[in-house]
């Protein structure tokens, strides 16, 4: 090993190095080489050149023994800490400190090296090393004396503190930053760099997703006005000291004086440079950012809200505004104040139609017109960004969204179009997965079955999305994709793999279900039965086990075991109750005592639900389960439910609850029921106490219902219209407003209103093509263009009317009728007397319209010049009791009377 005296090394270390050499590896410099090259580099602060030739001096200097090697190795490794801070090697500076510390407590710097200690662990971004270290000094007793120095307030621990608590600071110590900052004055508090070095601890934070401490670092950080009288104050005070003339000094101190002055007045240029740049940059700006984002991230939006909103009110010309309003327009949306989101966004295109965010803020808008339920609105914005020049930059995602609103319309072809575009053109975007789910449903509901197989099976073999996020739900698509295609063994492999894999899945219940239904099929009704219990077992919401039960239910009825039926449908009551289909339920169980020959029990039933559910306002299936119990009643089974029966056993509950106030939901249901039952004089009061109320708001689906029939009878067409304006508002999305509606069609007709009630007609026929009540809806439509003189097409309808065996009943004479009119207004009197003839031969048992036909055929036989079949037809027709009373019968028997012949 190359040795050296320890004179010569101290020496060298304090002589001013004159020359460079070469490098070259320390280990093979000559020892005055080394020290020289030391003495250099240390002189030109070079500090990580420096840090392996002060390695090397110490490896040199410990086989020499003697104060001086002590010394020289004190020098030494103090400075290669000093160097390792430096030069960023933290834990290098942190092992050299505390070998200085432990091997020479007592030295002069050891005091110093502590905290340098303090402040290299700090900068390893490792709290843990920093609170253990001073853990050990607290054991010790070391710490009392740390926080002693601190304590003296000189410009030696202000600087260390200074450092100490920007290292903690930028590493987000929040610990250790706090333990260090009551030490810490007002000028050091207001120091620049120390509130930037907060501002990256917070941002540090952020990166941590810690945002409650970024929100501590954030709101330690002193704002400009803050900072600008602290640093006026300081400005000033430190003009005085450099106006004041320097002090005599002897000749020796001169250098030393000026180079303080000097320092000084840097310490001065330096400051009033950091002053000027408060107020030329965004600093207050960029911290209030920060805060709301954190906000943000925490999901308080009304908080970011409110100071994004402050940042574009205040500084509307500040670069902030603009990130501040799509801030503000994001916050609103996932608020869902969806009005001021739309605002919001409505003013940002407005300032900034070019902007920055102007992409993400019009996909935000389709997102929010989706929400708003406003699909025009969002699929025109949607078709023009689509078409946009340059391309959006969520082109993928306004596709998908369009998709979807076509999916929510029922075009499936056009959904699976676009939902096929965003798989195929961005297969690593943000919704190619979802996509391709979505295009097997289209499949699906376009019964395109072979097609959906082939997207679910390859979804589920698609090795690019694992974890699959859809894996479950295709799986169980798949199953419904086989049984599409009849392929029923496979399906229910499927189904029970499903089960088998996935058993925690919310669709558990819906699988168990269609097993259930795969074993019904079979005829294996006692495996199907254990299916359905196994379906509302598992189920996790209300329409699972709704599904699962009415089917259990239809298994019993198909067996007969109507007690069996009824103690389900009972227990589903119990355990549902209100959030459950009671009405349909009551239905099932009233079937099943008639099924039983026990028709009170089955008014029971009803009576029971009446009670239970009839004063509830707000439950729609209330109304459902009064309609259920008139159709019930108006045409009853063989032993059923009669009318009569119905209005003995409601009507004390009707007058009861007309007389309790608090029952009024109750009592104008009942009366809107028995007024629909009852005949003559009890049929008049039932519905003028509908017609007495002042008020409609109060009356639920059936009341206005009942309501607008007994208007539109009595010729009060402006109640009319209010209890179909209110009823359209408060049920209008509902399936049972066709009634409704077809009382509005009657209404609009009777007012001459013929284009307007055919367009409402088709639209309703649109929306409700399997209710109940839409046969009256088709024929009204047909009426409006009769009306309108369109009669090819108006026969167009009624004949298809009259083809629809579900539909043949009452309403059908009307039909056969109306087509006898409509031949005669085109002159075809011979083949519209042959429809009115039609009417009533066939459809005698409806007085009512076997009248209207008699008048007719009769006008129409004296318009051919057949009076002698004329006057027959009417003969006939006043013989028949049923019709001879009626408005047509009357009016023959007087025209008879008045022929001579007839007298004769």
Same mark, same amino acid.
């Given at each position: 090993?190359?040795?050296?005296?320890?004179?010569?090394?101290?020496?060298?270390?304090?002589?001013?190095?004159?020359?460079?050499?070469?490098?070259?590896?320390?280990?093979?410099?000559?020892?005055?080489?080394?020290?020289?090259?030391?003495?250099?580099?240390?002189?030109?602060?070079?500090?990580?050149?420096?840090?392996?030739?002060?390695?090397?001096?110490?490896?040199?200097?410990?086989?020499?023994?003697?104060?001086?090697?002590?010394?020289?190795?004190?020098?030494?490794?103090?400075?290669?800490?000093?160097?390792?801070?430096?030069?960023?090697?933290?834990?290098?500076?942190?092992?050299?400190?505390?070998?200085?510390?432990?091997?020479?407590?007592?030295?002069?710097?050891?005091?110093?090296?502590?905290?340098?200690?303090?402040?290299?662990?700090?900068?390893?971004?490792?709290?843990?090393?920093?609170?253990?270290?001073?853990?050990?000094?607290?054991?010790?007793?070391?710490?009392?004396?740390?926080?002693?120095?601190?304590?003296?307030?000189?410009?030696?621990?202000?600087?260390?503190?200074?450092?100490?608590?920007?290292?903690?600071?930028?590493?987000?110590?929040?610990?250790?930053?706090?333990?260090?900052? $009551?030490?810490?004055?007002?000028?050091? %508090? !207001?120091?620049?760099?120390?509130? &930037?070095? @907060?501002? *990256?601890?917070?941002? /540090?934070?952020?990166?941590?997703?810690?945002?409650?401490?970024?929100?501590?670092?954030?709101?330690?950080?002193?704002?400009?006005?803050?900072?600008?009288?602290?640093?006026?104050?300081?400005?000033?005070?430190?003009?005085?000291?450099?106006?004041?003339?320097?002090?005599?000094?002897?000749?020796?101190?001169?250098?030393?004086?000026?180079?303080?002055?000097?320092?000084?007045?840097?310490?001065?240029?330096?400051?009033?440079?950091?002053?000027?740049?408060?107020?030329?940059?965004?600093?207050?700006?960029?911290?209030?950012?920060?805060?709301?984002?954190?906000?943000?991230?925490?999901?308080?939006?009304?908080?970011?809200?409110?100071?994004?909103?402050?940042?574009?009110?205040?500084? $509307?010309?500040?670069?902030?505004?603009? %990130? !501040?309003?799509?801030?503000?327009? &994001?916050? @609103?949306? *996932?608020?869902?104040? /969806?009005?001021?989101?739309?605002?919001?966004?409505?003013?940002?295109?407005?300032?900034?139609?070019?902007?920055?965010?102007?992409?993400?803020?019009?996909?935000?808008?389709?997102?929010?017109?989706?929400?708003?339920?406003?699909?025009?609105?969002?699929?025109?914005?949607?078709?023009?960004?689509?078409?946009?020049?340059?391309?959006?930059?969520?082109?993928?995602?306004?596709?998908?969204?369009?998709?979807?609103?076509?999916?929510?319309?029922?075009?499936?072809?056009?959904?699976?179009?676009?939902?096929?575009?965003?798989?195929?053109?961005?297969?690593?975007?943000?919704?190619?997965?979802?996509?391709?789910?979505?295009?097997?449903?289209?499949?699906?509901?376009?019964?395109?079955?072979?097609?959906?197989?082939?997207?679910?099976?390859?979804?589920?073999?698609?090795?690019?999305?694992?974890?699959?996020?859809?894996?479950?739900?295709?799986?169980?698509?798949?199953?419904?994709?086989?049984?599409?295609?009849?392929?029923?063994?496979?399906?229910?492999?499927?189904?029970?793999?499903?089960?088998?894999?996935?058993?925690?899945?919310?669709?558990?219940?819906?699988?168990?279900?269609?097993?259930?239904?795969?074993?019904?099929?079979?005829?294996?009704?006692?495996?199907?039965?254990?299916?359905?219990?196994?379906?509302?077992?598992?189920?996790?919401?209300?329409?699972?086990?709704?599904?699962?039960?009415?089917?259990?239910?239809?298994?019993?009825?198909?067996?007969?075991?109507?007690?069996?039926?009824?103690?389900?449908?009972?227990?589903?009551?119990?355990?549902?109750?209100?959030?459950?289909?009671?009405?349909?339920?009551?239905?099932?169980?009233?079937?099943?005592?008639?099924?039983?020959?026990?028709?009170?029990?089955?008014?029971?039933?009803?009576?029971?639900?009446?009670?239970?559910?009839?004063?509830?306002?707000?439950?729609?299936?209330?109304?459902?389960?009064?309609?259920?119990?008139?159709?019930?009643?108006?045409?009853?089974?063989?032993?059923?439910?009669?009318?009569?029966?119905?209005?003995?056993?409601?009507?004390?509950?009707?007058?009861?609850?007309?007389?309790?106030?608090?029952?009024k939901a109750l009592a104008m249901r009942l009366t809107a029921l028995l007024a629909a039952l009852a005949e003559g004089t009890e049929q008049e009061a039932y519905d003028q106490t509908l017609l007495a109320q002042d008020s409609l708001e109060g009356l639920t689906m059936l009341p206005l219902r009942r309501f607008a029939e007994a208007a539109v009878a009595r010729g009060k067409t402006e109640r009319v219209q209010q209890a179909f304006e209110l009823f359209m508002e408060k049920y209008g999305d509902s399936d049972d407003a066709l009634p409704m509606v077809n009382v509005q069609l009657q209404l609009l007709i009777d007012?001459?209103?013929?284009?307007?009630?055919?367009?409402?007609?088709?639209?309703?026929?649109?929306?409700?093509?399997?209710?109940?009540?839409?046969?009256?809806?088709?024929?009204?439509?047909?009426?409006?263009?009769?009306?309108?003189?369109?009669?090819?097409?108006?026969?167009?309808?009624?004949?298809?009317?009259?083809?629809?065996?579900?539909?043949?009943?009452?309403?059908?004479?009307?039909?056969?009728?109306?087509?006898?009119?409509?031949?005669?207004?085109?002159?075809?009197?011979?083949?519209?007397?042959?429809?009115?003839?039609?009417?009533?031969?066939?459809?005698?048992?409806?007085?009512?319209?076997?009248?209207?036909?008699?008048?007719?055929?009769?006008?129409?036989?004296?318009?051919?010049?057949?009076?002698?079949?004329?006057?027959?037809?009417?003969?006939?027709?006043?013989?028949?009791?049923?019709?001879?009373?009626?408005?047509?019968?009357?009016?023959?028997?007087?025209?008879?009377?008045?022929?001579?012949?007839?007298?004769?």
């Amino acid at each position: 090993m190359k040795t050296f005296s320890v004179s010569l090394i101290c020496f060298l270390l304090l002589l001013p190095a004159s020359f460079a050499k070469k490098p070259i590896s320390p280990s093979d410099m000559a020892s005055s080489v080394l020290l020289k090259q030391a003495r250099f580099l240390l002189e030109s602060r070079k500090a990580k050149e420096a840090v392996p030739v002060l390695e090397e001096v110490l490896v040199r200097l410990q086989e020499i023994e003697g104060e001086e090697a002590q010394v020289a190795r004190e020098t030494a490794l103090y400075q290669l800490g000093l160097c390792s801070l430096e030069a960023e090697l933290y834990e290098k500076a942190a092992a050299c400190f505390k070998t200085f510390v432990r091997e020479y407590p007592e030295h002069a710097n050891a005091q110093e090296a502590r905290f340098l200690i303090l402040e290299a662990l700090a900068w390893q971004k490792d709290s843990s090393a920093v609170t253990s270290y001073i853990q050990q000094m607290e054991e010790s007793g070391e710490f009392n004396e740390v926080l002693a120095v601190l304590n003296s307030k000189n410009d030696t621990t202000r600087h260390t503190v200074l450092a100490l608590l920007s290292a903690y600071a930028r590493t987000a110590d929040l610990e250790n930053w706090q333990r260090f900052l $009551p030490f810490c004055d007002e000028d050091g %508090r !207001s120091d620049l760099d120390l509130n &930037q070095a @907060l501002m *990256a601890g917070g941002d /540090l934070a952020v990166e941590q997703k810690d945002y409650l401490k970024a929100l501590r670092f954030y709101h330690e950080v002193w704002m400009s006005d803050q900072l600008i009288v602290a640093y006026d104050r300081r400005l000033a005070a430190l003009k005085v000291v450099l106006d004041t003339p320097l002090p005599w000094v002897p000749l020796s101190q001169r250098e030393a004086q000026a180079s303080e002055r000097a320092s000084e007045n840097r310490r001065y240029e330096q400051m009033l440079a950091e002053r000027t740049r408060l107020e030329e940059k965004n600093y207050d700006q960029d911290l209030m950012l920060r805060i709301a984002q954190c906000y943000d991230a925490m999901g308080r939006r009304w908080n970011s809200y409110v100071i994004y909103e402050h940042l574009y009110t205040a500084f $509307p010309s500040n670069r902030v505004a603009e %990130r !501040s309003r799509y801030a503000a327009f &994001q916050c @609103l949306a *996932a608020l869902e104040e /969806l009005d001021d989101a739309k605002a919001a966004a409505g003013t940002y295109l407005e300032l900034y139609p070019a902007g920055r965010y102007r992409d993400a803020v019009t996909l935000g808008l389709v997102q929010v017109h989706l929400q708003l339920g406003e699909i025009g609105d969002a699929e025109e914005l949607g078709l023009s960004l689509r078409e946009q020049e340059p391309v959006h930059r969520y082109l993928d995602q306004v596709t998908y969204l369009m998709g979807y609103i076509r999916f929510e319309q029922q075009d499936y072809a056009q959904a699976l179009e676009l939902f096929t575009e965003t798989s195929s053109e961005w297969p690593e975007r943000v919704y190619a997965e979802e996509s391709v789910y979505w295009m097997g449903m289209c499949d699906l509901f376009l019964g395109s079955f072979s097609n959906a197989v082939d997207v679910f099976e390859a979804y589920l073999s698609n090795t690019n999305w694992i974890p699959k996020a859809f894996e479950a739900d295709v799986t169980y698509r798949l199953g419904m994709a086989r049984y599409g295609l009849e392929e029923y063994d496979t399906s229910r492999q499927i189904f029970e793999g499903f089960l088998e894999q996935f058993p925690d899945d919310e669709l558990c219940s819906e699988a168990w279900s269609m097993l259930g239904d795969l074993h019904g099929a079979d005829g294996e009704m006692d495996e199907a039965l254990k299916c359905y219990g196994e379906a509302r077992d598992c189920a996790v919401h209300v329409k699972q086990e709704t599904y699962a039960v009415f089917q259990a239910a239809q298994v019993y009825d198909l067996l007969n075991r109507h007690m069996d039926r009824i103690h389900l449908l009972q227990d589903y009551l119990e355990t549902r109750g209100k959030e459950g289909e009671f009405a349909r339920a009551v239905l099932e169980i009233s079937r099943s005592w008639q099924a039983l020959s026990k028709p009170a029990n089955a008014l029971d039933a009803y009576t029971e639900a009446i009670g239970r559910y009839g004063n509830s306002a707000e439950l729609e299936e209330a109304d459902r389960l009064f309609v259920n119990l008139l159709n019930e009643s108006a045409n009853p089974l063989r032993d059923g439910i009669t009318a009569g029966a119905v209005v003995l056993r409601l009507a004390p509950l009707q007058k009861d609850a007309l007389e309790d106030g608090s029952q009024k939901a109750l009592a104008m249901r009942l009366t809107a029921l028995l007024a629909a039952l009852a005949e003559g004089t009890e049929q008049e009061a039932y519905d003028q106490t509908l017609l007495a109320q002042d008020s409609l708001e109060g009356l639920t689906m059936l009341p206005l219902r009942r309501f607008a029939e007994a208007a539109v009878a009595r010729g009060k067409t402006e109640r009319v219209q209010q209890a179909f304006e209110l009823f359209m508002e408060k049920y209008g999305d509902s399936d049972d407003a066709l009634p409704m509606v077809n009382v509005q069609l009657q209404l609009l007709i009777d007012g001459e209103k013929y284009t307007e009630a055919f367009e409402l007609a088709e639209k309703s026929l649109d929306r409700y093509p399997g209710h109940p009540e839409i046969a009256l809806t088709h024929l009204l439509a047909a009426d409006a263009l009769r009306l309108q003189k369109k009669y090819d097409q108006a026969v167009e309808m009624y004949k298809t009317f009259a083809a629809v065996r579900e539909w043949r009943g009452p309403l059908t004479p009307k039909a056969l009728y109306s087509i006898g009119l409509c031949a005669r207004e085109q002159g075809h009197t011979q083949e519209a007397c042959a429809w009115f003839q039609r009417v009533y031969v066939l459809y005698g048992q409806y007085p009512e319209w076997t009248a209207k036909a008699y008048a007719a055929s009769v006008q129409c036989l004296q318009e051919l010049g057949r009076p002698a079949d004329a006057v027959r037809t009417m003969r006939e027709m006043v013989a028949n009791p049923d019709v001879v009373n009626t408005p047509e019968g009357r009016q023959a028997t007087a025209e008879l009377a008045r022929m001579p012949e007839v007298k004769k």
